[in-house]
């Protein structure tokens, strides 16, 4: 329990539930119930009750996101950066990043913004 079926936002929220807009048009546009900011406009075909929320879902879930960069992550590489050079490069390519530049760079904002960093 607890636990949502819903992807992420982009805000940062997963939400519990999603707002989707549209039913019965050809064109939906669906909501997280987190920010209300970010929406996601889907083909609906006209449908209507349970189809309809279905494409909202279905939209929601498979919208392309960027690549999430957990804050433990990023406190882990500035860590790591510490360390000896190859365990860097394992890391930053274990996050996804492109480089080991893009690893540095996010740590130094992440203190910039002065976020706890274990
Ligand atoms: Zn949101």
Redesign the pocket.
Same mark, same amino acid.
């Given at each position: 329990m607890g636990q949502t079926k819903y992807e992420r &936002? +982009? &805000? @940062?929220?997963i +939400?519990m539930f999603l707002s989707p807009e549209g039913v019965g048009s050809r064109i939906g546009h669906v909501? @997280?119930i &987190? &920010?209300?900011?970010?929406s996601i406009e889907f083909k609906n075909d006209f449908a209507d009750g349970e189809a309809f929320k279905q494409n909202a879902e279905i939209a929601w879930n498979n919208a392309s996101r960027a690549k999430p960069v957990a804050k433990d992550m990023i406190a882990r590489g500035l860590t790591v950066l510490l360390d000896d050079l190859d365990e860097r490069i394992i890391l930053s390519d274990r996050i996804g990043l492109d480089s080991v530049d893009e690893l540095v760079r996010l740590c130094e904002e992440e203190d910039q913004l002065r976020l706890p960093l274990k």
């Open positions: &936002c +982009p &805000c @940062g929220k +939400p909501s @997280g &987190c &920010c209300n900011e970010w």
